[in-house]
T-cell receptor, first 114, second 119 residues
Framework: KQEVTQIPAALSVPEGENLVLNCSFTDSAIYNLQWFRQDPGKGLTSLLLIQSSQREQTSGRLNASLDKSSGRSTLYIAASQPGDSATYLCAVRRGSGNTGKLIFGQGTTLQVKP | NAGVTQTPKFQVLKTGQSMTLQCAQDMNHEYMSWYRQDPGMGLRLIHYSVGAGITDQGEVPNGYNVSRSTTEDFPLRLLSAAPSQTSVYFC??????????????????FGPGTRLTVL
């Protein structure tokens, strides 16, 4: 059974710091991995998607990496800003991807202090 | 495109009442899913559909029904609401994995959620 774990559960950093959020999964047979952002009381906003054949994806100050063999992904946020404060979720799409089902981690709640 | 839309945004029910949560998408996505989000439990899959007329159960399907008569709509029905169904419900959609091409074809898009309280 696929399990997704995110460490740490919460993180507080001063503005301007570079930081890394971790996501691990138990079954390496994934179709892709997606990072989401969720603001309090809001829905999920997709940040980055990495296909199983890819090693990393970048969007602005965000960089996500994937090491399928070790069951790990990281989300790197450069030069963090107070506006980055949110909960970050990773989710894996299983196997052949032919159902669209996602397995989510519990999330990392990030606070960036001015 | 409106993306994925959900109605209502908030709902309060009494135990035993029934209701339907609406979900629609205008991106011609084959895949649609319903998740619930609870503190300490994360997001869990309730039901999903890989196309019109095809639905299947997810991780926590008990107490919920779904149908998919069109590509655009995927309503979630609570048959007899229970306090344990108090949660935030999210609908999601994406293209089929058999579509090839741009990275975004495989991206899942989520609706804004419905916050349900069962008294």
């Amino acid at each position: 059974k696929q399990e997704v774990t995110q460490i740490p559960a919460a993180l507080s950093v001063p503005e301007g710091e570079n930081l890394v959020l971790n996501c691990s999964f138990t079954d390496s047979a994934i179709y892709n991995l997606q990072w989401f952002r969720q603001d309090p009381g809001k829905g999920l906003t997709s940040l980055l998607l990495i296909q199983s054949s890819q090693r990393e994806q970048t969007s602005g100050r965000l960089n996500a990496s994937l090491d399928k063999s070790s069951g790990r992904s990281t989300l790197y946020i450069a030069a963090s800003q107070p506006g980055d404060s949110a909960t970050y979720l990773c989710a894996v799409r299983r196997g052949s991807g032919n159902t669209g089902k996602l397995i989510f981690g519990q999330g990392t709640t990030l606070q960036v202090k001015p | 495109n409106a993306g994925v839309t959900q109605t209502p945004k908030f709902q309060v029910l009494k135990t035993g009442q029934s209701m339907t949560l609406q979900c629609a998408q205008d991106m011609n996505h084959e895949y649609m899913s319903w998740y619930r989000q609870d503190p300490g439990m994360g997001l869990r899959l309730i039901h999903y559909s890989v196309g019109a007329g095809i639905t299947d159960q997810g991780e926590v399907p008990n107490g919920y029904n779904v149908s998919r008569s069109t590509t655009e709509d995927f309503p979630l029905r609570l048959l007899s609401a229970a306090p344990s169904q108090t949660s935030v419900y999210f609908c999601a959609s994406s293209y089929s994995a058999t579509r090839v091409g741009a990275r975004s074809y495989n991206e899942q898009f989520f609706g804004p959620g419905t916050r349900l309280t069962v008294l």
